[in-house]
Each structure stands twice: as structure tokens, then as C-alpha cells.
């Protein structure tokens, strides 16, 4: 027998991604604020997986809480009955904009409750949680405490409604005790993204961090603790352990907790937030995580849609846009290309129903449809269907072929620096450089000896790569795109070859906006 059989075969490990949006609250139907945060989630998990990535995508609902219990009694119904209704329309928002999650969950799930109440009798019994009285100023809408001094003009800094001042008995998880750990966590970097929200962070809440009032026991509605029959999760304790407890469904293989939050996994972990929870996920999250003995996540705080005037888009201030209806009319490729393209991924962008139809006629149509049904119908006309193979690549094709893979260097660069929108920005230049590539090679004056099958072979893999790194936003017309060139899309595009094979036509992929 040779040595070399008694070497154990080397298995390939996948690389590992884990992403997360928050977990929305079931009070009201979802606007496309929200719609943006899962639509930048869907985004990067499918360039992960398109880039040989396994990956798991975990979305859900936020289900308890005061809040909800007050909604559900003014429609007159049982809190479970009214969410379960409204968490119906959240599913299938997600399939009208082509959302590929792993999991949907909900905090109401037996899992779920199972896990916290787990996780705070071990929190408790390691003494990281205390029972003292809390008294303080609270935003009912908003499900958060605050300080005298983090008011603005008397009212809730985040929603600037009024507070309450409230007095109970409750629990505490000793955050205060971990100061030094998050500052000079957040301060050492490449946790929260982008960068530039750290000192704000560290501002306006490290410097100053108390303990966090864990539970409540004015109202019923939420996750009873082992411990004390009277007291019920206070909800930012019950809704971040669903990015934990998510993997005691057992959903898929090789997915436990412990092999991504533990502090020797590999697995990389994104959180989507907006910025207004980002206190929550950068600061309270990784510090329970440190308490549990895990370790932290990256975040990514992007910023809002807002309205002409600048307000966040809120159902509360009535200027809420559904997505559903722009779907309708639009198609989901088009809003979510919107979503990622136009709003500077971190900062706050506005959403309206031109720059809608500006993206759509003068990017998706013009540029990118317009490639594709050129190609293809030059493709019909001069070579019947049949892709012809390159008789001659000349110094075009080569500076064209290097500008290409520059693009896509550069776009893989910013979707894994979580610049979405400038990683599309840059898929279209790739767009854009073919379209160059047809107006100086002029097809429709050349003949096969002048180089035409060069051209239209070419056309047909830069159609592929353009399409394969659009993808992550263009769900649906990606798709019909890898049908008609039959071959699955990947970020990997050594040796092409689409010689000899009959494509035929493809079908219309989008509607010019009158
Ligand atoms: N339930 C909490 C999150 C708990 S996560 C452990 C919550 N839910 S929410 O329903 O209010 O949804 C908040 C999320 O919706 C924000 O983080 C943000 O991602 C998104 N947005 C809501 N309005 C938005 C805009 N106008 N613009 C962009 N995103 C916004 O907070």
C-alpha cells in the first residue's frame, strides 16, 4: 500500500455566512422601510451564495410586548390571533419581493420561548442578573427606556413622543458591569459598519451605560420566566435571542449555535439594522453574547427612507409607501433595485415613485434589458440561435475582457465591504462597457470574416458575468436569463464557453415606464 492512502482525504469546508434582519413587530402590516432592511439582507446572502458561500438567512416577527397586547385589544382579539393575522402579510411580502430566507421566526414559537427562558434562568444563576426596582422614563412605541438626560426637549429622543415615568419591580442584567469590554470593542473596530457610527454610538450611550430592566410585570403579554410567575421578559431580551435560538429548530445540517456564535467559529455573521435599534445590536447584544459565552457579530446600520421632507418613513407620521403595490405595478426586480441602488447603503435616502421609474427606464431598460434583447436578436438573425464560437479575439476583446474583470474584482470588494449600492453601481459600469463594446465594434456592419462571431460570443459571456453579478438584486429576470443561456449563475468565470449552443430567443424581460 502507497503512504500516501493513509492519508485521511482532505474534506473542503464551505465558507460560512450567517445573516440576520431584525425581527419586526406584527402590529401593522410591513412599509418599505422595511422592505429595504430584508431586501439589503436577501442581497448579500445571495452574493455569498453565489460566491460558493453556505449560508443561512434568518428573518421573523417581534411578537410581545405592551405594545402589542394594547393593538390587539383595540381590534378586539387575542394577541396571538391578531399577530398570526398580520405575520401572514409579512410571508408574503417576503415571496412578492423574492426574499430566500432559511427561517422565518417568530418569538411566540415553543422553541423559542424554551430558549429564553433557559437563557435567563443561566444568566441568573452566573449572576449576571439581579431583582431591584425600576423606575424610569419609557416610550411605550417605541418599547425603550431612557434616561433624563438622553431626552430630547422632554419627549422620546428616537420618535420624540412622550414618555412615561414608570415604577416596578424587575429584573437586571448587569450591563453596566461591561463597559470597558464594549468600548474598547467598538473602539478596536470592524464589528459595526459603517465605522463612522461608533463615536456616536459611544457618545451617546457607552459612556454612560446602566443596567438593562430585563423584565416587566405591568402587562401579560410575553414569555413567563421560570423564576418568578409574576415577571415576563421585557422584549429586547426576548427578541435578540432569536438570532441564537434560531438554531435550535434544527433547520439545517451543521448549523448549531455553538458552531457560529462560539468563539472559535469561523462562521461570518452579519446583523441588518437600521439605525435606530443599532444601540441594541452593537452595544446590549454583544454584551449578553459575552455573558453566554459567545462572541459578537458585525453589524450593518443602514440608514432610512425618508420622506421629501426629510422625516423617517413611519406609519406613525402617516407617510408610509407599501411595498406591494409597487410590486404590482413595478415588479420586484425593479424595487429592489431601487432600494439597493438609490440609497447609499448607511445613510438616510428618499424614496419616490419617479426615481422609481427613472432606475427602471433609464438603468434597467436602457442599459441592461437592452443589452440583452440586442444580443439576442442579433444572435437569432445572424447565427439562427446558435451561439458561434470566437474565430478571433482581437486587443478589443482583450481590453474589454480587463476592464471586466477589474469591475468585478472591484464589485466583490464593496458587496463584502457592505457598499451595496456602490457594488451595483459598479455591476453596471460592466453593463455599460458592453454597450461601449457594441458601439465601437458596430455588429450590424461586419460580416463572420470581419469578426461578428467574435463580437456575439463575446455579447454572450459578458452577458453571463453582467448578469451574474446583478443577480443579488434582479431575482427574476437573472433567472430567465441562466435559463436562456442554460447555465447556472456563479461568481466564477474561468473558462466560459457558450460555444455551439442553441439559445433561440429570450423572452421580454422588462416593461420602459410611460
Ligand atoms: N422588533 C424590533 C427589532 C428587534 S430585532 C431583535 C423592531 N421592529 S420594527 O418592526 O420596528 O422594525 C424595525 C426595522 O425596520 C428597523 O431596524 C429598520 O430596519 C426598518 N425600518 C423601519 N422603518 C424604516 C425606514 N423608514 N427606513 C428604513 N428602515 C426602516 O425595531
Not at 419591580?169 to 470593542?185: D, G, P, T, V
Not at 463572420?448 to 434582479?474: C, M, Q, R
Amino acid at each position: 500500500m502507497r503512504p500516501t492512502q493513509f492519508l485521511k482525504k482532505k474534506v473542503k469546508m464551505n465558507k460560512k455566512f450567517y445573516v440576520t434582519t431584525p425581527i419586526y413587530y406584527p402590529n401593522d402590516k410591513l412599509h418599505i422601510g422595511h422592505a429595504y432592511t430584508t431586501t439589503l439582507a436577501d442581497y448579500i446572502n445571495r452574493f455569498k451564495k453565489l460566491d460558493g458561500y453556505e449560508t443561512y438567512f434568518v428573518t421573523g416577527s417581534d411578537e410581545h410586548g405592551q405594545k402589542i397586547e394594547d393593538r390587539a385589544n383595540e381590534a378586539g382579539k387575542e394577541p396571538l390571533e391578531f399577530v398570526t393575522e398580520i405575520i401572514e402579510g409579512f410571508k408574503n411580502l417576503w415571496v412578492e419581493l423574492g426574499i430566500e430566507y432559511d427561517h422565518f421566526i417568530r418569538t411566540t414559537d415553543e422553541t423559542h420561548k424554551e430558549f429564553c427562558k433557559n437563557k435567563f434562568t443561566e444568566l441568573l444563576n452566573n449572576d449576571f442578573i439581579y431583582k431591584g426596582e425600576y423606575s424610569g422614563l419609557y416610550c411605550k412605541p417605541d418599547e425603550s427606556f431612557f434616561t433624563e438626560t438622553q431626552l430630547v426637549d422632554g419627549k422620546c429622543p428616537e420618535c420624540g413622543r412622550e414618555v412615561t415615568e414608570i415604577k416596578e419591580e424587575s429584573y437586571f442584567l448587569k450591563i453596566s458591569e461591561f463597559q470597558n469590554f464594549i468600548e474598547e470593542k467598538l473602539k478596536k473596530g470592524n464589528i459595526l459598519f459603517p465605522e463612522s457610527r461608533v463615536n456616536e454610538l459611544i457618545n451617546n450611550f457607552v459612556n454612560d451605560l446602566q443596567d438593562l430592566s430585563i423584565t416587566r410585570t405591568s402587562f401579560d403579554w410575553g414569555i413567563q420566566i421560570n423564576e418568578d410567575q409574576k415577571h415576563i421578559l421585557y422584549v429586547w431580551l426576548d427578541a435578540l435571542l432569536n438570532y441564537v435560538s434560531t438554531f435550535e429548530y434544527g433547520l439545517k445540517d451543521g448549523w448549531t449555535a455553538d458552531s457560529v456564535w462560539g468563539k472559535d467559529s469561523e462562521v461570518e455573521i452579519l446583523q441588518l439594522v437600521g439605525k435606530e435599534i443599532t444601540r441594541f445590536h452593537s452595544i446590549y447584544w454583544p454584551i449578553m453574547l459575552e455573558m453566554i459565552g459567545y462572541r459578537e457579530p458585525k453589524v450593518l446600520a443602514h440608514g432610512w427612507i425618508v420622506s421629501d421632507q426629510g422625516d423617517k418613513m413611519s406609519k406613525s407620521k402617516g407617510n408610509v409607501v407599501d411595498p406591494i403595490e409597487l410590486i404590482k405595478k413595478y415588479g420586484k426586480d425593479s424595487l429592489r433595485f431601487y432600494l439597493i441602488n438609490n440609497i447609499e447603503t448607511g445613510k438616510d435616502g428618499k424614496f419616490s415613485e419617479e426615481l422609481l421609474i427613472e432606475n427602471i427606464n433609464g438603468i434597467i431598460v436602457n442599459k441592461f434589458s437592452n443589452l440583452v434583447s440586442r444580443t439576442s436578436a442579433m444572435n437569432k438573425k445572424y447565427f439562427d440561435g446558435i451561439v458561434p464560437k470566437a474565430s478571433n479575439q482581437t486587443e478589443v476583446e482583450n481590453k474589454l475582457w480587463k476592464t471586466i474583470n477589474k469591475l468585478v474584482d472591484e464589485y466583490k470588494e464593496q458587496v463584502n465591504k457592505y457598499e451595496f449600492s456602490d457594488s451595483l453601481k459598479t455591476a453596471i459600469r460592466i453593463v455599460e462597457e458592453l454597450n461601449g463594446y457594441i458601439d465601437i465594434t458596430e455588429p450590424w456592419k461586419i460580416t463572420v470574416e470581419e469578426g461578428l462571431d467574435t463580437v456575439i460570443n463575446t455579447l454572450i459571456k459578458g452577458i453571463y458575468v453582467s448578469t451574474a453579478v446583478l443577480s443579488p438584486a434582479l431575482v427574476e429576470s437573472s433567472k430567465k436569463i441562466s435559463d436562456w443561456l442554460q447555465k447556472d449563475l456563479k461568481l466564477d468565470f474561468e473558462n466560459l464557453d457558450f460555444d455551439g449552443i442553441e439559445i433561440g430567443e429570450i423572452e421580454h424581460l422588462f416593461e420602459r415606464i410611460k
